[in-house]
């Protein structure tokens, strides 16, 4: 039990060093572009390059975390790491770059590694708020993003990127040491798992948010360092500063945003949040001063922020039991969405000599996202109606107007012996027993009509022919303008009782 207790901030500040590291390319290229002669094509490929390895295994690295747990996946993950910190610090040419860059990409996929190994230790209703506390590691962008440039300034940018083996290693001893022996493990099949989920919807319209989410936070983090030395003749240190500001803010209300979906509907949180990423992208398509610009940026933060820690608490909430393989694939997508902006901004702006398409993209990225989460939000609401109905211990019929059959419950079928898929779409009268004359019916009509409702016993007949004696209920459900739609039915077996 002492050893799960230091779970959480042994993988946050695990994720901490990973997240240091990933960034180092794109914290440092004011410095590296000196030395390395590139062109803004490269500048692109090298600092997203890294952002692809660092998405794509976290899929596998999510899986395996619930398979061997966390402890020997971050030991293995900072082990590799030595190799591309060595080796880009060594680097000479735009291939070394990119070689190192793309192992260096294990120091973001570690993040599915505690937002699938984290929540074993905590009940359901503090998995936000938790995942969120994981997430705010990301603070290790923000870290590089400030220190790498002063002590570019003092060692060379290759040194500096060589004092980041020394918590590398440190982590790796660490997690050898303290990391839980005793996790819990899943060992499911990672194909049979993916097939389990491929087909829910809810799976890719998480992807999609947090491919926006996280994936501006992503860019704005790699992308910012430089546009902001190149486009308004900041100063590399000055630069590193404000990109370091942006991450704080996002990182800060990371945990704020797993709290809010805690405590409150996430789907209402995410409409906040997109509607912030929609505003963000159109003023900032609009090539602002730079204070409309810190405004926009800082906005997107804020927005970005609240989005990622949100969206790790419907993560489990969907899929507890696929998580691994389900946090894998939505963190790997937030990834992909932090590799293509660079690339498309740098493309836009050789094109068009700006950069207003790239962020007007993120404006209808963003407002499709509202849109989706809006049908999502009462998408759930009708969920949520729909099992209470189904579950409710009463039977439950709805028709139309006309006496089809619409929707029944599974207490129906215990009474009935009829399945759902057998009646709907079919009359009514096919329960009729055959033991009232049409003056029954008559005067049952006639009071719904009158009254709005029916009640009394009946005679109706199962499945299998039997005729039982049930008490029925019949409403009217009107509309808004009081037009009748459907009839409701609710009845009991109470042939025992009479007998």
């Known amino acids: 039990m002492h050893t799960q207790k230091w779970q959480l901030p042994l993988q946050t500040l695990s994720l901490v060093v990973g997240f240091m590291v990933w960034v180092i390319i794109s914290s440092l290229m004011p410095y590296i572009k000196k030395d390395i002669p590139l062109s803004s094509n490269e500048i692109a490929l090298v600092t997203a390059v890294p952002v692809i390895l660092g998405s794509l295994m976290r899929i596998l690295l999510g899986y395996w975390a619930n398979r061997f747990g966390a402890r020997i996946l971050f030991f293995i993950s900072f082990i590799i790491l030595i190799f591309p910190v060595f080796y880009i610090s060594a680097a000479h040419s735009v291939t070394d770059l990119i070689i190192g860059g793309l192992v260096l990409g294990f120091g973001g996929a570690i993040f599915s590694i505690g937002v699938t190994s984290l929540p074993k230790y905590y009940p359901k209703e503090r998995h936000g708020f938790v995942n969120g506390i994981y997430g705010a590691g990301n603070i290790g962008t923000a870290i590089t993003s400030f220190t790498a440039p002063l002590l570019a300034n003092i060692l060379g940018w290759q040194n500096t990127v060589r004092l980041f083996l020394i918590p590398v290693i440190i982590f790796a001893l660490f997690n050898f040491l303290f990391g839980d022996r005793k996790e819990p493990r899943v060992n499911k099949p990672l194909l049979g798992q993916f097939k389990s989920v491929y087909q829910n919807e809810k799976l890719w319209f998480l992807s999609l948010f947090y491919f926006i989410t996280f994936g501006s936070f992503v860019a704005f983090t790699v992308y910012l360092p430089n546009f902001l030395v190149s486009s308004f003749k900041l100063t590399a240190v000055d630069a590193g500063l404000r990109t370091a500001g942006f991450i704080t803010l996002a990182t800060l209300f990371r945990p704020v945003g797993g709290w809010l979906g805690d405590k409150f509907n996430p789907f209402l949180i995410l409409l906040l949040v997109f509607g912030g990423l929609t505003f963000s992208g159109v003023l900032l398509s609009f090539s602002p001063t730079i204070t409309l610009y810190s405004i926009g940026c800082l906005t997107v933060a804020f927005c970005a922020g609240i989005g990622n820690g949100t969206i790790f608490k419907l993560v489990p909430y969907y ?181």
């Open 319 to 499: 899929f507890s039991k696929e998580a691994g393989i389900v946090n894998g694939i939505v963190s790997a997508m937030g990834g992909l969405g932090g590799f293509f902006p660079p690339i498309v901004l740098s493309t836009v702006f050789n094109i068009t000599g700006h950069y207003a398409i790239g962020f007007m993209s993120l404006a209808m990225f963003s407002l499709a996202s509202l849109v989706i989460v809006v049908w999502m939000y009462y998408l759930e609401k009708l969920s949520i109606e729909t099992k209470i109905m189904e579950n409710i211990g009463q039977s439950m019929m709805v028709t139309d107007t006309k006496g089809i059959i619409e929707k029944v419950n599974l207490a129906f079928t215990r009474v009935t012996g009829y399945q759902s898929k057998e009646v709907v779409g079919k009359n009514s009268n096919i329960l009729q027993s055959g033991k009232h004359d049409k003056g029954f019916y008559q005067k049952m009509w006639e009071s719904i009509q009158r009254h709005g409702y029916w009640q009394g016993e009946i005679w109706n007949k199962r499945k299998n022919g039997e005729i039982y004696l049930e008490w029925l209920t019949i409403s009217e459900v009107k509309n808004d303008v009081g037009d009748v739609k459907y009839y409701l039915g609710l009845f009991s077996d109470i042939s025992k009782q009479k007998s």
